[in-house]
T-cell receptor
Framework: AQSVTQPDIHITVSEGASLELRCNYSYGATPYLFWYVQSPGQGLQLLLKYFSGDTLVQGIKGFEAEFKRSQSSFNLRKPSVHWSDAAEYFCAVGVKAAGNKLTFGGGTRVLVKP | KAGVTQTPRYLIKTRGQQVTLSCSPISGHRSVSWYQQTPGQGLQFLFEYFSETQRNKGNFPGRFSGRQFSNSRSEMNVSTLELGDSALYLC?????????????FGPGTRLTVL
């Protein structure tokens, strides 16, 4: 069965600084990979996804992620963080044979300092 | 295009009662998935429906059930509520149920069991 690990539970970053959130997955074949963001009291908003092709994926709000098969990773990055980026971020993996069942990581809560 | 809507947004029940949550997918989306989010267990897949049929099921007891109507709207039911059922229940819809497709989440229903 597939699994997802987000090693960092909390990250604090200064406004304007860069941000990188780590995501490692376990699955025998190439999975479908997603990053979602959740603001307090809200549902999940899709930031970006990787299905195939170019391993560097651009998303909304200035986020990007890179799929590295050799490291089983799909890290999320943003060059310059804004205060509005404070939220919880979830990495998720989908498997072609499992339809739309997503397996989520535990999430990383991002705090932005002024 | 309207997003995924979930009703009610908040619900308070007592142990032993049952509850029904409703989800209306994005227009044209035919697959609906349900997830439970708790601080302890994180985001966990409950089940997925397509064409009024359950296609995938997570590892939850039989007290959790769902259904989908011909207009793709979905309901989930939890019978004999337990304190541990307190959670945010998220519904997600997607267009293509055959392969893993991008899922769009609703704002969730916050269920509190007293």
């Amino acid at each position: 069965a597939q699994s997802v690990t987000q090693p960092d539970i909390h990250i604090t970053v200064s406004e304007g600084a860069s941000l990188e959130l780590r995501c490692n997955y376990s699955y025998g074949a190439t999975p479908y990979l997603f990053w979602y963001v959740q603001s307090p009291g809200q549902g999940l908003q899709l930031l970006l996804k990787y299905f195939s092709g170019d391993t560097l994926v651009q998303g909304i709000k200035g986020f990007e992620a890179e799929f590295k098969r050799s490291q089983s990773s799909f890290n999320l990055r943003k060059p310059s963080v804004h205060w509005s980026d404070a939220a919880e971020y979830f990495c998720a993996v989908g498997v072609k044979a499992a339809g739309n069942k997503l397996t989520f990581g535990g999430g990383t809560r991002v705090l932005v300092k002024p | 295009k309207a997003g995924v809507t979930q009703t009610p947004r908040y619900l308070i029940k007592t142990r032993g009662q049952q509850v029904t949550l409703s989800c209306s997918p994005i227009s044209g989306h035919r697959s609906v998935s349900w997830y439970q989010q708790t601080p302890g267990q994180g985001l966990q897949f409950l089940f997925e429906y397509f064409s009024e049929t359950q296609r995938n099921k997570g590892n939850f007891p039989g007290r959790f059930s769902g259904r989908q109507f011909s207009n793709s709207r979905s309901e989930m039911n939890v019978s004999t509520l337990e304190l541990g059922d307190s959670a945010l229940y998220l519904c997600a819809s997607s267009w293509d149920p055959i392969t893993t497709d991008t899922q769009y989440f609703g704002p969730g229903t916050r269920l509190t069991v007293l």
